[in-house]
């Protein structure tokens, strides 16, 4: 393996690590977080289906962190309109209170490197990050 592989695998490990522990004063995990503001985002009923493919996972996670919220009483589930075997999820009015109460904390280490990296860097940062994820994609969807 490259040297230059085991460093960039290192760094990318430490940001994901520090992202995702990253101490959020929120009383849902921040996939569930991700998952009331997608749904809060869409202007049409939002269906597991588009949850996971908006994400790029499985529909059983999306389905254990659906669950999860109802319980919660953050989204409801209702039965599609359009096929009786699907359903869709809207938020509640905790999940609306929830969504707007947190959002700005939800996406403070964002904000905090669009501050430091300054508007140009950050946007080629996010630009990369797009790219990349798009190759890993395509590279999953082939094996």
């Known amino acids: 393996m490259k ?3 085991a460093r960039s695998a290192d760094i990318i490990g430490l940001f994901c690590r520090q992202q995702i522990n990253v101490k959020k004063d929120i009383p849902v995990r921040s996939s569930e ?3 009331l503001i997608f749904v809060e985002k869409q202007e ?3 269906t597991p ?5 908006f994400f790029r996972i499985s ?3 999306v389905t254990v962190m659906i669950n999860s919220l109802v319980r919660q009483q953050y989204l409801h589930k209702a039965a599609s309109a359009t096929d009786g ?3 869709t999820v809207s938020l509640t009015a905790e999940g609306r209170q929830l969504v707007e109460s947190t959002a700005t904390e939800y996406y403070r280490s964002i904000e905090l490197l669009e501050e430091q990296m300054g508007s140009a860097e950050f946007a080629r940062f996010i630009e990369l990050m797009q790219q990349a994820t798009e190759i890993i994609s395509g590279e999953n969807e082939r094996q």
Request: glycine residues 4%; aromatic residues 4%; neutral net charge.
């Open 85 to 87: 075997r699907s359903y």
């Open 33 to 35: 977080m991700g998952v």
């Open 44 to 46: 049409e009923p939002v």
């Open 59 to 61: 529909k059983p996670s």
């Open 3 to 5: 040297e230059s592989a």
């Open 49 to 53: 289906l588009m949850i996971s493919s």
